[in-house]
Nanobody
Framework: VQLQASGGGLVQAGGSLRVSCAVS????????IGWFRQAPGKEREFVTC????????YYADSVKGRFTISRDNAKNTVYLQMNSLKPEDTAEYYC????????????????????WGQGTQVTVSS
């Protein structure tokens, strides 16, 4: 199983950015994808998750109303649309996959995810 995050970059505060997570190697679609982020000197934190069907999503309070997660199972890709970006959103963003774990507050725990991709850097300038 491989997860490839991409789409990070530099954006001004108030701007938008979409990052993607391409998934390969799963034999079925029954996996949850989560996004986490880690800023320099800080612990990794949960951002959002989406269930295998896309029917369930869950967001950290810090991004609720600004970020939207979606998935296209035909393309094996999960998207994170980030709007109204703030300098405090600056971090390395990681996607992770967990099999048959659903998407709710329990998936805010990184132990729900068995597979992790490399990160993509998002920098928001003030």
């Amino acid at each position: 199983v491989q997860l490839q995050a991409s789409g990070g970059g530099l954006v001004q505060a108030g701007g938008s950015l979409r990052v993607s997570c391409a998934v390969s190697g799963f034999t079925s679609d029954y996996y949850t994808i989560g996004w986490f982020r880690q800023a320099p000197g800080k612990e990794r934190e949960f951002v959002t998750c989406i269930s295998w069907s896309g029917g369930s999503t869950y967001y950290a309070d810090s991004v609720k109303g600004r970020f939207t997660i979606s998935r296209d199972n035909a393309k094996n890709t999960v998207y994170l649309q980030m709007n109204s970006l703030k300098p405090e959103d600056t971090a390395e963003y990681y996607c992770a996959a967990g099999v048959l774990v659903g998407c709710n507050r329990r998936q805010a725990d990184s132990s729900s995810y068995a597979y992790w991709g490399q990160g993509t850097q998002v920098t928001v300038s003030s």
